[in-house]
T-cell receptor, first 115, second 111 residues
Framework: NAGVTQTPKFQVLKTGQSMTLQCAQD?????MYWYRQDPGMGLRLIYY???????DKGEVPNGYNVSRLNKREFSLRLESAAPSQTSVYFC??????????????FGSGTQLSVL | ELKVEQNPLFLSMQEGKNYTIYCNYS?????LYWYRQDPGKSLESLFV?????AVKQEGRLMASLDTKARLSTLHITAAVHDLSATYFC???????????FGKGTHLIIQP
């Protein structure tokens, strides 16, 4: 089982460029999430999708957009990258948000640098 | 707003010693999670604690949950170098917005 697959693993952007981070899960999970991890900050939620067809803002949504393409896929888009978006991005999924089946399964992460 | 505080944030200890990492949180919750992250890697689930008084153990790690005190602990017994990692606690707010994470405890175990 592949679990949660993220691409790319590394990316360098110039300020103002755009890009999309891709995430797919093969566990038939309903809920998907995007977190960012910065040194000393833990993980902070950017956007989430509780179920197919829904998306909602998390703690730090500014500068990002998301698309829940289908049950398997949840992408994160940076329209105009800024140096403050330099971070490690993790996609995660869970069977059912807000229930005892909410344990998160994480992808391997994308290390993004914005120059 | 749900807040999760871990302490210490950094811990250097010797092999063979015991130590405890603390996770305090601000609102009532019955579900708490512990994750491990190795440098440059993803997060791996260690324990899921689903009720007051829950205790889970695996190898040299034991986690417990006291919902009345809003406290979870991760106890390390006779530490070995392989346990060096960053440990996160994460709490469910009961809603659809996933888990709220502490800042992590960076643990270094020296021979």
């Amino acid at each position: 089982n592949a679990g949660v697959t993220q691409t790319p693993k590394f990316q360098v952007l110039k300020t103002g460029q755009s890009m999309t981070l891709q995430c797919a899960q093969d566990m038939n999970h309903n809920s998907m999430y995007w977190y960012r991890q910065d040194p000393g900050m833990g993980l902070r939620l950017i956007y989430y999708s509780a179920s197919e067809g829904t998306t909602d803002k998390g703690e730090v949504p500014n500068g990002y957009n998301v698309s829940r393409l289908n049950k398997r896929e949840f992408s994160l888009r940076l329209e105009s990258a800024a140096p403050s978006q330099t971070s490690v991005y993790f996609c995660a999924s869970s069977e059912a948000a807000g229930t005892v089946y909410e344990k998160l399964f994480f992808g391997s992460g994308t290390q993004l640098s914005v120059l | 707003e749900l807040k999760v505080e871990q302490n210490p944030l950094f811990l250097s200890m010797q092999e063979g010693k015991n130590y405890t990492i603390y996770c305090n949180y601000s609102t009532t919750s019955d579900r708490l999670y512990w994750y491990r992250q190795d440098p440059g890697k993803s997060l791996e689930s260690l324990f899921v604690l689903l009720s007051n008084g829950a205790v889970k153990q695996e190898g040299r790690l034991m986690a417990s949950l006291d919902t009345k005190a809003r406290l979870s602990t991760l106890h390390i017994t006779a530490a070995v170098h392989d346990l060096s990692a960053t440990y996160f606690c994460a709490l469910s707010g009961g809603g659809a917005d996933g888990l709220t994470f502490g800042k992590g405890t960076h643990l270094i175990i020296q021979p």
